[in-house]
């Protein structure tokens, strides 16, 4: 289960205490343009924070896994991190890092829009950083969510090649102003569109 910053409040424990999860997925952390973690945005300080630290401890005491997010969303941010290996070392140091420090099981990996040239160097990625949390932590995961288009196939491929230990590729949709009427991530269609839950 993915627990965004923006519902860490009170009451979300005992909300917590009644589902039946395998793992807690704590969304989001990211990178600064060096590299560190931000330690600026909510999702880390909500992580980080009395809260965070009891949800963590809350689930370990209840046998459930607890994996830190992170994302990197943005073609321009996802370029300039995939083109440059030292900013990505960078970022899987410090992610092992706070893994270590909040006492997370696993990392899951979220980037979304991505150039396609960029894949193998995805690919890449997700390894390094999963022999790392690894080397850290002999019981360590790393999971990934992807696109459910083909893009996001393509970097569920190398992130299955690279190890991960659970991939998601994210087939739900939003509803915006521009949406065609019906259901936004069908299961099948009947307006003659291609994608579906099912292709």
Same mark, same amino acid.
């Given at each position: 289960?993915?627990?965004?910053? &923006? ?7 005992? @909300? ?14 990211? @990178?600064?343009?060096?590299? =560190? ?20 401890? $809350?689930?370990h005491d209840r046998g459930t896994r607890v994996e830190l997010v992170y ?11 995939? /083109? $440059?290996? /030292? ?17 997370? $099981? ?5 980037? /979304? ?21 690894? @080397? /850290?932590?002999? $019981? ?12 996001? =196939? =393509? ?27 019906? =259901? ?14 099912? &292709?």
């Open positions: 289960g993915y627990l965004p910053y &923006w519902e860490m409040d009170a009451g979300i424990d005992d @909300h917590l205490r009644d589902l039946p999860l395998t793992t807690l997925a704590l969304f989001s952390v990211t @990178h600064t343009t060096r590299g =560190a973690i931000s330690t600026t945005q909510p999702g880390y300080r909500a992580i980080t924070g009395d809260l965070g630290r009891q949800l963590i401890e $809350d689930a994302t990197s969303f943005g073609s321009r941010r996802n370029t300039r991190l995939f /083109e $440059d290996l /030292e900013r990505q070392d960078a970022v899987i140091e410090n992610l092992v890092e706070l893994m270590d420090e909040t006492g997370a $099981d696993g990392i899951n990996v979220d980037v /979304e829009v991505l150039d396609p040239t960029l894949v193998l160097a995805y690919g890449g990625f997700v390894k390094r950083l999963r022999t790392a949390a690894l @080397h /850290e932590d002999d $019981d360590a995961t790393v999971s990934v969510a992807t696109g459910a288009g083909p893009t996001g =196939a =393509a970097m569920a491929k190398v992130a299955a090649d690279a190890g991960a230990d659970r991939i998601f590729l994210m087939g739900y949709d939003y509803r915006v102003a521009s949406s065609s009427p019906g =259901a936004s991530a069908p299961i099948d269609r009947s307006d003659g569109g291609l994608r579906s839950l099912r &292709w």
